[in-house]
C-alpha cells in the first residue's frame, strides 16, 4: 500500500469540502423553494378554513332561523275553502242586517 503525503491528502480535503459545499448550497435552495410551497399550501387551506367558518357561522345564526321562521310563518297562513269563505260571508251579511 502506497503511502499518501499531505499534500495529496490537503488536496483531497479540499475537494471534499468544496463539493460538500455544493451539495449544502443545492440542499438550501430545494429546502427553501420546498418551504414556500408548503407556506403558500398552508396559506390557501387557512383561507379555505376561514371561509368555510364564517359560511357556517352565517348558516347557523341568520339562515336556519330565517328559514324556521319562514317555514311557521307558512304554517299559520292556510288558504281558506270555499265553504269557509261562503261561511263568513254569511256572517258578515248577517252582522249588516242586524245593525239596520
Do not use: C, W
Request: glycine share 4%.
Amino acid at each position: 500500500m502506497s503511502e499518501i503525503t499531505n499534500e495529496v491528502l490537503l488536496e483531497k480535503l479540499v475537494n471534499l469540502k468544496d463539493d460538500n459545499d455544493k451539495d449544502h448550497e443545492s440542499i438550501m435552495q430545494k429546502q427553501d423553494y420546498t418551504n414556500g410551497t408548503v407556506k403558500k399550501h398552508d396559506k390557501l387551506i387557512n383561507r379555505f378554513l376561514g371561509g368555510a367558518s364564517v359560511l357556517m357561522f352565517i348558516l347557523t345564526v341568520i339562515l336556519i332561523p330565517l328559514a324556521f321562521y319562514y317555514i311557521k310563518e307558512q304554517g299559520e297562513k292556510r288558504e281558506l275553502t270555499i265553504n269557509e269563505v261562503q261561511q263568513l260571508i254569511d256572517e258578515n251579511i248577517n252582522k249588516y242586517i242586524e245593525k239596520e
